[in-house]
């Protein structure tokens, strides 16, 4: 079962982060904003596949992108928490309006070791909080 959480504050977020660290075996970061490599220039060596699609993870869309599907190291997870959170969610009378953050655009999932989704942006799994 998947419900979605809120991971507005830097505390919030690093409290999933270090959930996920202990499941995460590998994430896959998809390169929608092609001038923030930061994290794919980060861990160059800990990159296991690459690939061009228009479909990842809970998304499809009309542009293709890159996708890097990445070990989960602690040096990974040392750069996910310099970050402020993924995105901050603002819930409004028109409905759900997302604030980018200093993470950028570009989309992050984790999984664990079955290659089954742990974190997709603000979705998670009930058993991980």
Same mark, same amino acid.
């Given at each position: 079962? @998947?419900?979605? %959480?809120?991971? +507005? !504050?830097?505390?919030?977020?690093?409290? $999933?982060?270090?959930?996920?660290?202990?499941?995460? &075996?590998?994430?896959? @970061?998809?390169? %929608?904003?092609? +001038? !923030?490599?930061?994290?794919?220039?980060? $861990?160059?060596?800990?990159?296991?596949?690459?690939? &061009?699609?228009?479909?990842?993870?809970?998304?499809?869309?009309?542009?293709?992108?890159?996708?890097?599907? $990445?070990?989960?190291?602690?040096n990974l997870f040392s750069k996910l928490r310099k970050f402020k959170t993924f995105c901050?969610?603002?819930?409004?009378?028109?409905?759900? $309006?997302?604030?980018?953050?200093?993470?950028?655009?570009?989309?992050?999932?984790?999984?664990?070791?079955?290659?089954?989704?742990?974190?997709?942006?603000?979705?998670?799994?009930?058993?991980?909080?």
């Amino acid at each position: 079962m @998947y419900r979605f %959480i809120n991971l +507005n !504050n830097h505390n919030d977020y690093l409290k $999933i982060l270090n959930i996920l660290e202990q499941k995460t &075996k590998f994430i896959e @970061y998809v390169l %929608i904003d092609t +001038n !923030n490599t930061t994290l794919v220039d980060f $861990i160059p060596e800990n990159i296991y596949s690459q690939k &061009k699609s228009n479909a990842w993870w809970g998304t499809s869309t009309s542009q293709s992108c890159e996708i890097y599907k $990445i070990i989960a190291t602690n040096n990974l997870f040392s750069k996910l928490r310099k970050f402020k959170t993924f995105c901050i969610l603002n819930t409004t009378e028109y409905g759900d $309006i997302v604030e980018i953050t200093d993470f950028g655009i570009n989309d992050i999932a984790f999984f664990d070791n079955k290659s089954e989704p742990l974190l997709s942006q603000l979705l998670t799994r009930d058993t991980l909080v």
